[in-house]
């Protein structure tokens, strides 16, 4: 077996065996980036040198360094900064970005002892569902290169995928970390917003944005969350909650558990093999001993319309800063005003200039609160759909994506239906909560189907008991692509 093959928890036991030095785990990861990235096209940067660096660094005096994550080599989503390392957001206004600090995330990797392989391709500034927004190419699915892997966090879930990482992390506004994971068969976790510091993540919505890991386990997701999670003085919106430790509720048995089934997520026009695979799934779930329960999240309908205000309109408002002046791409200009207009044109790709447009409209003089403050209502009521539904389950499960992976351009004309890719994740953003998609089944086609799992607010101990309970009783997370 290559040792690319193995995740965090598989090559911590060969490492920590001595079988393996961190130099020979990422000799196999580079042969396998070399074989593959031409193909898949995860990795907008490639950090080989400042790698091997990093994996000598994790011996240190011979012995393996102690930290959990030493000698592992890992992706980050490039619109995560990386000190020293270009930090472009897929887009042509930070293609020369390289910031001159590290993200609280990327730190406490750090000092566990990760091995940094490189910056993952992901829609221009993370907004889409499919990569193909990304300003430089497309990423492509590693179980089908004529399709997307999902997005915005596509290069993550991909290099995943195909065995070009161990772990990677990625960012999730709308779905953004369980919708590519969901594509590609690998394992997402998108945490509760506030578990997890943004600081040093490039904002898209600030009110949404959650950095969460991208792994081949349940597990190994445990772990790196254990790593990544708790309060930041340097982020004021991380929650000041105690930190358990995530990998003690992966083994615990699932008997008596309540998994909420929401009438609404299981409508017309959801893919027939997408159905079939996620009531399958709850089938399982009820043979470990979890109890089924029927619920209702009325308000569910609202939800794409509701996120496509509240998340442009702050796209609209964080987008302002790149004018051209303080950093970033600049165009010329015969003065001030030219100088901007040309800046954002030329930097901006389509996609990015549709959703700031659209958030300037909503926030604009006469139009906010018939747009932005229905908006905020409307997810006050998805909010307390969830408190209400969580009265009688302790989790909630449905599928993660109405259909699986879609060809590359089957979607590109139309913006609408790009959106609707998102419509089972949208509302556990809206709402803050935690969820998990893990692999449930596969088309006909050899095409992977996610399960998503939803947890009450800073319960990530029950998605991960009842998510690791599930895919151990499965073999779905063992398939990989040729």
Partial sequence: MELSELGIEGLKDVLDR????????????????????????????????????????ACGTGALDTGILAGIPMAIKDNICTKAIKTTCSSRMLENFIPPYESTVTSRLSDAGYVLVGKTN?????????????????????????????????????????????????????????????????????PTYGRVSRYGLVAFASSLDQIGPITKTVKDAAILLNVIAGRDPLDSTSAPMPVPDFTKAAGMDIKGIRVGIPREYFIPGMDKEVEGAVRAAIKQLEALG????????????????????????????????????????????????ETYMNTRAEGFGPEVKRRIMLGTYALSSGYYEAYYGRAQQVRTLIKKDFEEAFKSVDIIATPTSPTPAFKVGEKAADPLQMYLSDIFTIS????????????CGFTGGNLPIGLQLIGRHFDEE???????????????????PG
């Fill in 18 to 57: 001595g079988e393996a030095t961190p130099a020979m785990v990422l000799d196999s990861f580079f042969r396998r980036i070399d074989s593959a990235q031409e193909k898949v096209k995860a990795f907008v940067t490639l950090s080989r040198e400042q790698a091997y660096k990093m994996a000598s660094g």
């Fill in 122 to 190: 992901l829609d221009e500034f993370a907004m889409g569902s499919s990569t193909e927004n990304s300003a430089f190419f497309t990423t492509r699915n590693p179980w089908d290169l004529d399709r997307i892997p999902g997005g915005s966090s596509g290069g993550s879930a991909a290099a995943v995928c195909a065995g070009m990482c161990a772990a990677a992390l990625g960012s999730d506004t709308g779905g953004s970390i369980r919708q590519p994971a969901s594509l590609c068969g690998v394992v997402g976790l998108k």
């Fill in 290 to 337: 979890a109890v089924p329960v029927e619920v209702s999240l009325p308000h569910t309908a609202y939800a794409i319309a509701t996120y496509y205000i509240l998340a442009t309109s702050e796209a609209s408002s964080n987008l302002a800063r790149y004018d051209g002046v303080k950093y970033g791409f600049r165009a010329g200009g015969k003065d001030l005003m």
């Fill in 428 to 439: 556990i953003n809206l709402a803050g909560l935690p969820g998990i998609s893990v692999p």
């Fill in 462 to 480: 029950t998605v991960i008991r009842v998510a690791h309970a599930y895919e151990q009783s499965t073999d779905w997370h063992k398939r990989r």
